[in-house]
């Protein structure tokens, strides 16, 4: 698979139900990011997870990282329907200077009212 | 909140003809970075910048491309001669301590 691949492509849920979307990458990375965007905009910035930590919180999200098997997992609790967008991975790899992120190709969250 | 702004929203150009798309960073950030998203498909990195010079770039970063830090706030991307397949999605992002924020993007439209 290629670098930053998110599954699922497609999620549809109940609103007040969790949604779990995962990542994988390929190569050594220094942090992994994950954003949102709605329908033709731009990129909400969501979280940051660097190489070194295994989990982090940020209000209902949590953002998990396995280095050993190159996965991150974002998890939406007691998900609104204001939650519908797609959300990205994106990876930043290990190295020096200004490095580019490698998005994935994201996962498409409904959710149902 | 600061963020980071972008010019035009909505740019409709010619095949042929050069454009400029406009950035505004986020004012205390080091590094400058443009993507693009062609409809329906993934964001891809073209460029990053760093104290005033091109600091990595991609196989789209090619010739036809060009990045500016003309003064102390804007940052550019110009495109000198447009082809059909350059329409897409471009997002500025500024970052300090590796958190890359997006602009809202400019959508370019090559007829």
């Known amino acids: 698979s290629q670098q930053g691949e998110e599954d699922p492509q497609a999620l549809s849920i109940q609103e007040g139900e969790n949604a779990t979307m995962n990542c994988s990458y390929k190569?050594?990375?220094?942090?992994l990011q994950w954003y949102r965007q709605n329908s033709g905009r731009g990129l909400v910035h969501l979280i940051l997870i660097r190489s070194n930590e295994r989990e982090k919180h940020s209000g209902r999200l949590r953002v998990t990282l396995d280095t050993s098997k190159k996965s991150s997992s974002l998890l939406i609790t007691a998900s609104r329907a204001a939650d519908t967008a797609s959300y990205f991975c994106?990876?930043?790899?290990?190295?020096?200077?200004?490095?580019?992120?490698?998005f994935g190709k994201g996962t498409h969250l409904i959710i149902q009212p | 909140e600061p963020e980071v702004t972008q010019t035009p929203s909505h740019q409709v150009t010619q095949m042929g003809q050069e454009v400029i798309l406009r950035c505004v960073p986020i004012?205390?950030?080091?590094?400058f970075y443009w993507y693009r998203q062609i409809l329906g498909q993934k964001v891809e990195f073209l460029v990053s910048f760093y104290n005033n010079e091109i600091s990595e770039k991609s196989e789209i970063f090619d010739d036809q491309f060009s990045v500016e830090r003309p003064d102390g706030s804007n940052f550019t991307l110009k495109i000198r001669s447009t082809k059909l397949e350059d329409s897409a999605m471009y997002f500025c992002?500024?970052?300090?301590?590796?958190?890359?924020?997006f602009g809202p993007g400019t959508r370019l439209t090559v007829l």
């Open positions: 004012s205390n950030h080091l590094y």
């Open positions: 190569t050594s990375i220094n942090n």
């Open positions: 994106a990876s930043e790899h290990s190295g020096g200077g200004a490095d580019g992120l490698t």
């Open positions: 992002a500024s970052d300090r301590y590796n958190e890359q924020f």
